[in-house]
């Protein structure tokens, strides 16, 4: 009798998971995609199904600091604030972000050097002296590269 409960109360905190508010879970069985988890508590298969992520739906951001050189040869030093979400919590957009990087940190690689690299090609095209007006343009090219 002792041994049956205790096995019943490690099956329950086996299957309990707890989803912070602003994340959603992924759940996997046997590595392959099972379902989402929304924030609060929830209940998975023991041993059967795990939580593979927790994908955060809130804003996140990133400060860059680089150099780009402009047509005229002139370096021009760069300071940003990316800001940047999921599209929406929806199943398909939770899918992508979850399997599409391996990791979060090849995931902010990636999103640095298309940055970086948009905003130098962009600049590599123009005067210095063009550069210090166009802000809002190079936010809207680099804007239209990442999308």
Do not use: C, W
């Amino acid at each position: 009798m002792i041994p049956a409960v205790i096995i019943l109360i490690v099956l329950i905190i086996l299957s309990a998971s707890v989803i912070k508010q602003g994340h959603v879970g992924v759940v996997t069985r046997f590595g392959k995609y099972q379902r989402l988890m929304l924030p609060g508590l929830n209940f998975k298969l023991p041993l059967l199904e795990g939580v593979y992520k927790s994908i955060s739906t809130q804003n996140q951001s990133i400060e860059l600091e680089f150099e780009a050189i402009s047509l005229d040869q002139a370096y021009v030093n760069f300071k940003s604030l990316i800001v940047y979400s999921a599209q929406d919590a929806g199943e398909e957009t939770i899918k992508k972000i979850a399997f599409r990087f391996i990791d979060e940190k090849s995931f902010m690689q990636t999103l640095v050097r298309s940055v970086e690299g948009s905003i130098r090609s962009y600049v590599a095209n123009k005067k210095q002296a063009e550069i210090l007006v166009l802000r809002s343009e190079i936010i809207g090219a680099v804007k239209d590269h990442l999308e």
